[in-house]
């Protein structure tokens, strides 16, 4: 993986939730603080959403719904995908970061922060389906690509990408990214077999946001 373009936020700064699904949306990562929507190559529309819950640092979406887990409640919700109109899902415990939507059996990804090592998978219901241990703490910007549907974190111990199998082992590590709390792959199917690109937001690839791709073997 590399980088390939970077595209800086607008708004009031900030912006770490964020859902891709044909275009790129994020919000603030306090209650009522601003995101926007992109396009995928970075430039902003001057749609403007606002974070609806008290404080999330990612979110992820299906197509129709986003999602966002509240940092301080561990309660996951589920929004429109303007962010507007959250509805209580389940709680999967406090302080957890990251999140991503999982096609293949609808579910949500959700990783941990402080002296959690745990990436978890839950139904929509919230009933536990698996989970693993990355043997660290600062799981964030979690991500699944559609390609391989394998999942993506940032390490923010080390500012590295760790790419995993879903059942928990460690496939890749790399490049550096610094400390970036929210991640996805554009989740929308694609027409033709492309690269799998992830978009991350927060503070680390330039303070900025960062666009990376990696190579698919065919």
Same mark, same amino acid.
């Not at 887990?69 to 309660?75: A, E, I, L, P, S």
């Not at 991640?183 to 492309?194: K, Q």
């Given at each position: 993986?590399?980088?390939?373009?970077?595209?800086?936020?607008?708004?009031?700064?900030?912006?770490?939730?964020?859902?891709?699904?044909?275009?790129?949306?994020?919000?603030?990562?306090?209650?009522?603080?601003?995101?926007?929507?992109?396009?995928?190559?970075?430039?902003?529309?001057?749609?403007?959403?606002?974070?609806?819950?008290?404080?999330?640092?990612?979110?992820?979406?299906?197509?129709?719904? +986003?999602?966002?887990?509240?940092?301080? %409640? #561990?309660?996951?919700?589920? $929004?429109?995908?303007?962010? %507007?109109?959250?509805?209580?899902?389940? +709680?999967?415990?406090?302080?957890?970061?990251?999140?991503?939507?999982?096609?293949?059996?609808?579910?949500?990804?959700?990783?941990?922060?402080?002296? %959690?090592?745990?990436?978890? /998978?839950?139904?929509?219901?919230? $009933?536990?389906?698996?989970?693993?241990?990355?043997?660290?703490?600062? +799981? /964030?910007?979690?991500?699944?690509?559609?390609?391989?549907?394998?999942?993506?974190?940032?390490?923010?111990?080390?500012?590295?990408?760790?790419?995993?199998?879903? %059942?928990?082992?460690?496939?890749?590590?790399?490049?550096?990214?610094?400390?970036?709390?929210?991640?996805?792959?554009?989740?929308?199917?694609? $027409? $033709?077999?492309?690269?799998?690109?992830?978009?991350?937001?927060?503070?680390?690839?330039? #303070?900025?946001?960062?666009?990376?791709?990696?190579?698919?073997?065919?």
């Amino acid at each position: 993986m590399s980088i390939i373009n970077s595209f800086p936020d607008y708004g009031s700064g900030g912006q770490m939730p964020i859902a891709v699904y044909g275009d790129v949306r994020t919000t603030g990562y306090l209650a009522g603080s601003n995101g926007g929507q992109y396009t995928l190559g970075g430039a902003p529309t001057g749609t403007i959403y606002s974070l609806p819950i008290g404080e999330a640092f990612d979110s992820t979406s299906d197509g129709s719904h +986003n999602y966002l887990v509240d940092w301080g %409640t #561990g309660n996951v919700y589920q $929004t429109a995908r303007d962010f %507007t109109n959250p509805v209580l899902l389940f +709680n999967a415990g406090v302080q957890n970061l990251g999140i991503t939507y999982d096609a293949a059996n609808n579910s949500l990804w959700i990783s941990g922060e402080y002296g %959690t090592t745990y990436v978890t /998978d839950y139904s929509l219901s919230g $009933t536990l389906l698996s989970s693993f241990s990355t043997g660290h703490d600062y +799981n /964030d910007a979690l991500a699944l690509d559609p390609a391989d549907h394998t999942l993506w974190l940032v390490n923010n111990n080390s500012g590295y990408l760790e790419q995993y199998s879903q %059942t928990g082992l460690l496939l890749s590590t790399g490049p550096y990214v610094g400390a970036t709390h929210g991640g996805e792959f554009n989740l929308a199917p694609a $027409t $033709t077999p492309e690269p799998g690109t992830l978009i991350m937001f927060g503070s680390g690839v330039l #303070g900025l946001a960062g666009v990376l791709r990696r190579k698919i073997s065919p």
